[in-house]
């Protein structure tokens, strides 16, 4: 395992120390393909969870468990994990994610609300730091 980090959780939250995944955020393990991604891009927002690629029923449930109940909330949580470092950003997401429950699909939903969030906030996700 990687060495245990401190991760912002929240603005005037204090910082919590989490355990970095043994596999980090690889976006080369996602599931989507680009049609569902390009389709999730271009279309509005929909505050229905399973919208986001990625995101099931199950999924869907271990979120609303930890309080994200709509795609809305569950980006503000990506981005209450913003780190100047992109990686370490993503890594934040996929590690809080798997903190959750949530074992199936978190390459995908990193992906998925990067690349939506990096449309309206340019910067926020570097696909090509993964090449």
């Given at each position: 395992?990687?060495?245990?980090?401190?991760?912002?959780?929240?603005?005037?939250?204090?910082?919590?120390?989490?355990?970095?995944?043994?596999?980090?955020?690889?976006?080369?393990?996602?599931?989507?393909n680009d049609?569902?991604?390009?389709?999730?891009?271009?279309?509005?927002?929909?505050?229905?969870?399973?919208?986001?690629?990625?995101?099931?029923?199950?999924?869907?449930?271990?979120?609303?468990?930890?309080?994200?109940?709509?795609?809305?909330?569950?980006?503000?949580?990506?981005?209450?994990?913003?780190?100047?470092?992109?990686?370490?950003?993503?890594?934040?997401?996929?590690?809080?994610?798997?903190?959750?429950?949530?074992?199936?699909?978190?390459?995908?939903?990193?992906?998925?609300?990067?690349?939506?969030?990096?449309?309206?906030?340019?910067?926020?996700?570097?696909?090509?730091?993964?090449?």
């Amino acid at each position: 395992l990687a060495p245990p980090r401190l991760v912002p959780a929240a603005a005037n939250a204090p910082a919590v120390l989490i355990m970095a995944a043994a596999e980090g955020f690889n976006p080369s393990k996602t599931k989507i393909n680009d049609d569902t991604l390009a389709d999730w891009l271009k279309n509005k927002l929909e505050m229905d969870l399973e919208s986001c690629p990625g995101v099931g029923p199950a999924t869907a449930t271990k979120l609303r468990e930890a309080g994200v109940n709509s795609t809305h909330a569950l980006i503000g949580k990506f981005l209450m994990l913003k780190d100047e470092d992109v990686q370490t950003h993503m890594d934040a997401f996929y590690s809080w994610l798997q903190e959750v429950g949530i074992s199936a699909h978190r390459n995908t939903i990193v992906v998925a609300v990067a690349e939506k969030v990096d449309i309206f906030m340019p910067g926020t996700y570097d696909a090509s730091l993964y090449e």
